[in-house]
Protein backbone atom coordinates (compact mmCIF):
# COMPACT_ATOMS: atom_id res chain seq x y z
CA UNK A 1 0.00 0.00 0.00
CA UNK A 2 0.91 4.02 -0.07
CA UNK A 3 1.81 3.95 -3.18
CA UNK A 4 3.04 7.52 -5.19
CA UNK A 5 3.02 7.86 -9.14
CA UNK A 6 4.48 10.62 -11.03
CA UNK A 7 4.16 11.07 -15.06
CA UNK A 8 6.25 11.57 -16.96
CA UNK A 9 9.36 9.68 -15.27
CA UNK A 10 11.93 11.74 -17.83
CA UNK A 11 10.99 15.10 -20.22
CA UNK A 12 12.82 17.33 -22.41
CA UNK A 13 11.68 20.43 -23.19
CA UNK A 14 12.97 22.99 -25.15
CA UNK A 15 13.55 26.17 -23.45
CA UNK A 16 10.55 28.76 -22.98
CA UNK A 17 8.11 26.09 -23.07
CA UNK A 18 5.89 24.60 -20.02
CA UNK A 19 6.00 21.06 -18.77
CA UNK A 20 3.79 19.60 -16.57
CA UNK A 21 4.35 16.56 -13.75
CA UNK A 22 1.63 14.73 -12.19
CA UNK A 23 1.39 13.46 -8.78
CA UNK A 24 -0.86 10.68 -7.56
CA UNK A 25 -1.72 8.51 -4.39
CA UNK A 26 -2.89 5.31 -5.94
CA UNK A 27 -4.28 3.75 -2.85
CA UNK A 28 -4.87 6.57 -0.09
CA UNK A 29 -6.45 9.75 0.09
CA UNK A 30 -3.67 12.70 0.73
CA UNK A 31 -4.90 16.06 2.48
CA UNK A 32 -1.21 17.59 1.67
CA UNK A 33 1.50 16.71 -0.92
CA UNK A 34 5.02 18.21 -0.96
CA UNK A 35 6.98 18.99 -4.30
CA UNK A 36 10.70 18.79 -3.67
CA UNK A 37 13.66 19.73 -6.29
CA UNK A 38 17.21 18.17 -5.59
CA UNK A 39 19.85 18.46 -7.86
CA UNK A 40 22.90 16.44 -8.62
CA UNK A 41 24.64 14.78 -5.74
CA UNK A 42 23.00 17.33 -3.35
CA UNK A 43 19.13 16.85 -0.87
CA UNK A 44 15.98 17.04 -1.36
CA UNK A 45 14.93 20.84 -1.16
CA UNK A 46 11.12 21.61 -0.29
CA UNK A 47 9.73 23.68 -2.61
CA UNK A 48 5.79 23.99 -1.63
CA UNK A 49 3.31 22.35 0.40
CA UNK A 50 -0.44 21.86 -1.34
CA UNK A 51 -3.50 20.94 0.23
CA UNK A 52 -6.36 19.98 -1.38
CA UNK A 53 -8.55 22.91 -2.38
CA UNK A 54 -6.17 25.55 -1.31
CA UNK A 55 -3.67 27.17 -2.46
CA UNK A 56 0.30 26.10 -1.91
CA UNK A 57 2.30 26.93 0.10
CA UNK A 58 5.63 27.84 -1.23
CA UNK A 59 9.40 27.93 0.25
CA UNK A 60 11.41 31.24 0.60
CA UNK A 61 12.80 31.69 -2.87
CA UNK A 62 10.75 29.23 -5.22
CA UNK A 63 8.85 32.28 -7.57
CA UNK A 64 5.78 30.73 -7.37
CA UNK A 65 4.45 32.10 -11.17
CA UNK A 66 6.49 30.08 -12.54
CA UNK A 67 5.81 26.45 -10.48
CA UNK A 68 2.63 26.45 -10.74
CA UNK A 69 1.03 23.72 -8.06
CA UNK A 70 -2.92 22.44 -8.10
CA UNK A 71 -3.92 20.23 -5.88
CA UNK A 72 -7.42 19.39 -7.57
CA UNK A 73 -8.33 16.44 -5.65
CA UNK A 74 -6.83 14.37 -2.46
CA UNK A 75 -5.01 11.55 -5.41
CA UNK A 76 -3.63 14.21 -7.61
CA UNK A 77 -1.08 17.03 -7.61
CA UNK A 78 0.23 18.48 -10.56
CA UNK A 79 3.38 20.62 -10.73
CA UNK A 80 3.57 23.05 -13.87
CA UNK A 81 7.21 24.54 -14.79
CA UNK A 82 6.44 27.61 -17.01
CA UNK A 83 8.54 29.39 -19.25
CA UNK A 84 11.56 26.66 -18.61
CA UNK A 85 14.80 27.07 -18.67
CA UNK A 86 18.43 24.99 -18.50
CA UNK A 87 18.76 25.99 -15.05
CA UNK A 88 15.26 24.53 -14.14
CA UNK A 89 16.78 21.32 -15.49
CA UNK A 90 17.06 18.89 -11.88
CA UNK A 91 14.98 15.93 -10.19
CA UNK A 92 11.52 16.82 -9.90
CA UNK A 93 10.16 14.40 -6.41
CA UNK A 94 6.54 14.94 -4.87
CA UNK A 95 5.52 12.72 -1.91
CA UNK A 96 1.97 12.70 0.09
CA UNK A 97 1.04 11.99 3.44
CA UNK A 98 -2.06 10.24 4.22
CA UNK A 99 -5.22 11.69 5.83
CA UNK A 100 -5.10 9.27 8.58
CA UNK A 101 -1.07 9.77 9.37
CA UNK A 102 0.96 11.96 11.44
CA UNK A 103 4.16 12.33 10.31
CA UNK A 104 5.13 9.95 7.37
CA UNK A 105 5.74 10.50 3.84
CA UNK A 106 5.33 8.56 1.01
CA UNK A 107 7.52 9.81 -2.04
CA UNK A 108 6.81 9.07 -6.12
CA UNK A 109 9.69 7.79 -8.27
CA UNK A 110 10.73 11.50 -9.30
CA UNK A 111 10.43 13.36 -12.66
CA UNK A 112 14.07 14.15 -14.83
CA UNK A 113 13.50 17.08 -16.56
CA UNK A 114 15.99 18.06 -19.02
CA UNK A 115 15.33 21.96 -20.22
CA UNK A 116 17.61 22.33 -23.70
CA UNK B 1 16.27 28.01 10.62
CA UNK B 2 17.04 24.57 10.88
CA UNK B 3 19.98 22.84 9.89
CA UNK B 4 21.11 18.75 9.89
CA UNK B 5 25.08 17.74 9.19
CA UNK B 6 25.71 14.50 8.52
CA UNK B 7 28.96 12.75 6.97
CA UNK B 8 29.41 13.18 3.46
CA UNK B 9 30.71 9.48 2.52
CA UNK B 10 31.07 6.54 4.79
CA UNK B 11 33.04 3.54 3.20
CA UNK B 12 32.53 -0.13 5.01
CA UNK B 13 33.01 -3.55 3.75
CA UNK B 14 30.48 -6.47 3.25
CA UNK B 15 29.16 -7.72 6.78
CA UNK B 16 30.29 -4.96 8.54
CA UNK B 17 28.07 -2.64 11.06
CA UNK B 18 28.36 1.45 9.78
CA UNK B 19 26.68 3.93 11.88
CA UNK B 20 25.62 7.40 9.99
CA UNK B 21 25.17 9.97 12.39
CA UNK B 22 23.15 13.13 12.14
CA UNK B 23 23.48 16.30 14.35
CA UNK B 24 20.45 18.91 13.62
CA UNK B 25 19.56 22.64 14.92
CA UNK B 26 15.89 22.94 14.96
CA UNK B 27 13.03 24.02 17.10
CA UNK B 28 9.91 22.12 17.11
CA UNK B 29 10.09 19.00 15.65
CA UNK B 30 8.11 15.62 15.89
CA UNK B 31 10.64 12.98 14.86
CA UNK B 32 13.73 12.13 13.43
CA UNK B 33 13.05 9.97 9.63
CA UNK B 34 15.90 8.21 7.66
CA UNK B 35 15.39 7.88 3.87
CA UNK B 36 17.63 5.40 1.75
CA UNK B 37 18.02 6.80 -1.98
CA UNK B 38 19.55 4.46 -4.80
CA UNK B 39 21.33 6.96 -7.81
CA UNK B 40 18.39 7.74 -10.01
CA UNK B 41 15.44 7.11 -7.64
CA UNK B 42 13.39 8.27 -4.64
CA UNK B 43 13.76 7.93 -1.87
CA UNK B 44 12.26 5.53 0.57
CA UNK B 45 11.29 5.46 3.97
CA UNK B 46 13.73 3.66 6.86
CA UNK B 47 12.83 4.86 10.55
CA UNK B 48 11.42 7.14 12.59
CA UNK B 49 12.08 8.21 15.86
CA UNK B 50 9.95 10.25 17.88
CA UNK B 51 10.95 10.08 21.06
CA UNK B 52 14.32 9.41 22.64
CA UNK B 53 16.19 5.94 22.26
CA UNK B 54 16.60 3.02 19.51
CA UNK B 55 13.83 1.69 16.94
CA UNK B 56 14.96 -1.50 15.39
CA UNK B 57 13.58 -2.65 11.82
CA UNK B 58 15.25 -5.96 10.69
CA UNK B 59 18.96 -5.14 9.79
CA UNK B 60 18.57 -1.03 10.46
CA UNK B 61 17.88 1.17 13.45
CA UNK B 62 17.63 4.40 14.40
CA UNK B 63 18.52 6.55 18.09
CA UNK B 64 17.28 9.71 18.60
CA UNK B 65 18.60 11.92 21.38
CA UNK B 66 17.38 14.82 21.75
CA UNK B 67 19.15 16.24 24.55
CA UNK B 68 22.22 16.21 22.74
CA UNK B 69 20.11 16.88 19.19
CA UNK B 70 21.76 14.08 17.90
CA UNK B 71 20.52 10.39 16.10
CA UNK B 72 21.99 7.96 14.20
CA UNK B 73 21.21 5.22 11.44
CA UNK B 74 22.54 2.04 12.36
CA UNK B 75 23.12 -0.42 9.44
CA UNK B 76 24.51 -3.79 10.11
CA UNK B 77 25.48 -6.82 7.86
CA UNK B 78 26.25 -4.76 4.97
CA UNK B 79 25.59 -5.73 1.87
CA UNK B 80 26.14 -4.63 -1.61
CA UNK B 81 22.53 -3.36 -2.13
CA UNK B 82 22.89 -1.18 0.55
CA UNK B 83 25.39 1.17 -1.21
CA UNK B 84 23.03 4.57 -1.53
CA UNK B 85 22.97 8.04 0.04
CA UNK B 86 21.26 8.04 3.54
CA UNK B 87 19.45 11.08 4.59
CA UNK B 88 18.28 12.12 8.02
CA UNK B 89 15.05 14.63 7.91
CA UNK B 90 12.85 16.23 10.79
CA UNK B 91 9.66 16.81 10.52
CA UNK B 92 8.60 20.51 11.51
CA UNK B 93 5.83 21.67 14.16
CA UNK B 94 4.71 23.74 11.62
CA UNK B 95 2.17 24.83 8.49
CA UNK B 96 2.21 20.97 6.51
CA UNK B 97 4.50 19.37 9.16
CA UNK B 98 7.12 19.63 6.65
CA UNK B 99 10.20 17.40 6.09
CA UNK B 100 13.61 19.53 6.47
CA UNK B 101 16.25 17.23 5.19
CA UNK B 102 19.97 16.69 6.27
CA UNK B 103 22.73 17.20 3.14
CA UNK B 104 23.18 13.23 3.04
CA UNK B 105 25.45 10.88 3.53
CA UNK B 106 27.13 8.45 0.91
CA UNK B 107 27.36 4.81 1.73
CA UNK B 108 29.94 2.94 -0.15
CA UNK B 109 29.92 -0.92 0.42
CA UNK B 110 32.90 -2.76 -0.58
CA UNK B 111 33.29 -6.69 -1.08
Redo the contacts between chains.
Sequence with gaps: GAVVSQHPSRVICKSGTSVKIECRSLDFQATTMFWYRQFPKQSLMLMATSNEGSKATYEQGVEKDKFLINHASLTLSTLTVTSAHPEDSSFYICSARPAATGYEQYFGPGTRLTVT | GQSLEQPSEVTAVEGAIVQINCTYQTSGF??L?W?QQHD??????LS?N?LDGLEETGRFSSFLSRSDSYGYLLLQELQMKDSASY?CAV?LME??????????TILRVKS
Design positions: YGSYGGAPTFYAFTYGNKLVFGAG
